[in-house]
């Protein structure tokens, strides 16, 4: 059952993130995202990591990506007005697709499949573990990053703040 699950949610995540590179509307993008997101989430909760997968949908799929649809709704991005390609930018764009391509192809070939398992089950995801190894081994540096966001937002708020004439 859990193979399935996985399968379906692999299927599911690489055809919507497929969306999102290929669809030439941008909102339409930036909904598959999301939901390319909530697939990512899944597939956390099937690794037993709960607490990762929570605050993926949190951060990702509930702040940033509904920030990236304000933008694109406020911009109207959804106008055809785009300007022609070069034909120089267009075949760099072909060669740096095939080099990706062969990577791609490269590193398949170079993996070898066993047999698909999940890994056992672990309280090393859980909400309770991750933050009591947050709050005492990992305490300076958490506190550090807090105050480093805070310096940031301090600074984005100078930066944008309009200076009167």
Do not use: W
Request: aromatic content about 10%; glycine content about 4%; some cysteine.
């Amino acid at each position: 059952m859990s193979q399935l699950l996985f399968f379906t949610l692999s299927i599911l995540t690489i055809l919507s993130a497929l969306v999102v590179v290929f669809t030439r509307k941008p909102m339409y993008s930036v909904l598959s995202l999301i939901a390319c997101f909530f697939l990512i989430a899944g597939h956390y909760i099937l690794l037993d990591a709960q607490f990762l997968a929570i605050t993926h949908v949190i951060v990702y799929a509930g702040a940033i990506m509904v920030l990236f649809l304000f933008t694109v709704m406020l911009l109207n991005l959804n106008t055809d007005s785009d300007a022609p390609k070069s034909p120089k930018l267009r075949i760099a764009a072909m060669v740096s697709a095939g080099m990706l391509f062969l990577t791609l192809v490269a590193s398949i070939k170079a993996t070898t499949l066993g047999g698909f398992a999940l890994p056992p089950h672990s309280e090393n995801g859980l909400v309770q573990h991750v933050g009591q190894r947050l709050f005492t081994d990992y305490l300076l540096p958490f506190e550090i990053s807090s105050i480093l966001f805070l310096s940031a937002m301090i600074g984005a708020v100078v930066l944008a703040k309009k200076e009167k004439h």
